[in-house]
């Protein structure tokens, strides 16, 4: 199965991606293609599933670190901030993984239908990787094979989307999917505060509103907020307002103040210093520098 998921990947791949982005029009669905290691890549993850079928790739999420081999699959559940990079990558081997944004509501549609599934150890944590299990290994070559039948992809791709959903919530890892299911699990009043700091990126962050918006005690608050995502309040706001920071200077002509005030930044100073310290470059130099003819395209943050 592993060999036949390369297959399709390789062939499916748009001719100029030799380094990059490959998007299928299935689901938000992506392949990722890179034929050396990367540097280390700050990235915003919405909820996803990234399966590797080749190479190998490291992500982290303040205190989370996972490090996912060929054949494994990274699961996220919340909105991470993460840095990431690719370990294993040649152009005789190419890194190369399917990346599938996942679909919350769908999720919870299952609630129902689920059977009682005893539950491990209890780990909160919103970033996993695992081995990708034979069935789910094939329902997402069965959905990759999609991208080449038009006639049949409106109305296959959404039973397949629905399959590999259930797939992954039916697995042994699909614990830190299922505490969606629960409204009052933690998960989802950290899922509620994530969207809160989102919607006000520019605004001064009060943790104690945010936890009686979480409807949470502020040290129980910032205990499960950390537990989850690997940071604590203040930081996962602090990398969010850096990570819309740096959309905006690539996508944009923006002045690098003006972006700054727009992140909720007093100072731009402060801005081009902690913005040089997460992306490695200054915003002025990192605009430039993605601009260069023939430089890989990564995955944004509409992924």
Do not use: W
């Amino acid at each position: 199965m592993q060999s036949e998921l390369i297959r399709l990947a390789s062939e499916l791949a748009a001719p100029d991606a030799v380094d990059g982005v490959t998007r299928l029009g299935l689901g938000g669905a992506a392949l990722l293609r890179r034929t050396r290691p990367s540097d280390i890549e700050g990235t915003l993850y919405r909820p996803l599933l990234c399966l590797v079928l080749q190479g190998a790739k490291e992500v982290i999420a303040g205190t989370l670190s996972v490090h996912c081999p060929a054949g494994h699959a990274i699961i996220v559940s919340h909105d991470l901030p993460v840095l990431s990079r690719i370990t294993r990558a040649s152009p005789a081997e190419p890194y190369i993984a399917v990346v599938l944004p996942l679909d919350l509501g769908l999720l919870r549609g299952f609630f129902d239908q689920m059977p009682d599934i005893a539950e491990g150890a209890d780990n909160p944590a919103a970033l996993m990787a695992c081995t990708a299990e034979r069935e789910l290994s094939d329902a997402v070559a069965r959905f990759l094979a999609l991208a080449r039948q038009q006639a049949a992809a409106p109305l296959l791709a959404p039973i397949l989307l629905r399959e590999i959903h259930a797939r992954l919530l039916l697995s042994p890892q699909g614990a830190i999917l299922r505490r969606f299911l629960y409204r009052e699990d933690p998960s989802n009043h950290v899922a509620r505060a994530i969207a809160s700091i989102h919607a006000s990126i520019d605004a001064p962050m009060k943790v104690s509103a945010l936890a009686e918006h979480a409807g949470m005690s502020t040290s129980s608050f910032h205990a499960h907020f950390k537990a989850v995502t690997g940071l604590t309040p203040g930081q996962y706001q602090k990398d969010i307002r850096l990570h819309e920071a740096r959309r905006l200077i690539l996508d944009s002509t923006a002045a690098v103040a003006s972006v700054a005030f727009d992140v909720g930044y007093e100072s731009p100073a402060q801005f081009s210093r902690d913005y040089a310290r997460k992306f490695g470059r200054p915003p002025r130099e990192d605009r430039s520098t993605a601009r260069e003819p023939g430089r890989p395209q990564t995955l944004s943050n509409s992924i």
